[in-house]
């Protein structure tokens, strides 16, 4: 008797509803920047730290486009939007 092999193609099939107890996770980071040539702060939160202190760094409509030596001081990885603004 031959092998027989199940084969769904070459697109794998998405399942129809997510597992009861599955929950994706995006932890939000806080962050504090500083301007020492402002002396000025500057507080916030994103998902995506590095893409964020990017744009702060680039000229921009906006608190931190006037400066660009803003420095990272402080971050915290929070475990959603909720939290971080506490």
């Known amino acids: 008797m ?3 092999q199940r084969v769904t193609g070459s697109n794998p099939v998405a399942p129809t509803k997510p597992h009861r107890n599955a929950r994706l996770f995006f932890y939000v980071y806080c962050y504090i920047l500083y301007s020492p040539s402002s002396n ?3 507080i916030g939160f994103c998902q995506d730290i590095d893409e964020r202190l990017r744009k702060h760094h680039t000229a921009h409509k906006g608190f931190t486009g006037s400066k660009a030596d803003w420095n990272l001081k402080w971050t915290e990885i929070q475990p959603d939007k909720t ?3 506490k």
Do not use: G, T, W
Request: cysteine-free; charged content about 20%; hydrophobic content about 20%.
């Open 2 to 4: 031959p092998y027989k």
């Open 40 to 42: 000025k702060h500057y």
């Open 83 to 85: 939290s971080a603004l």
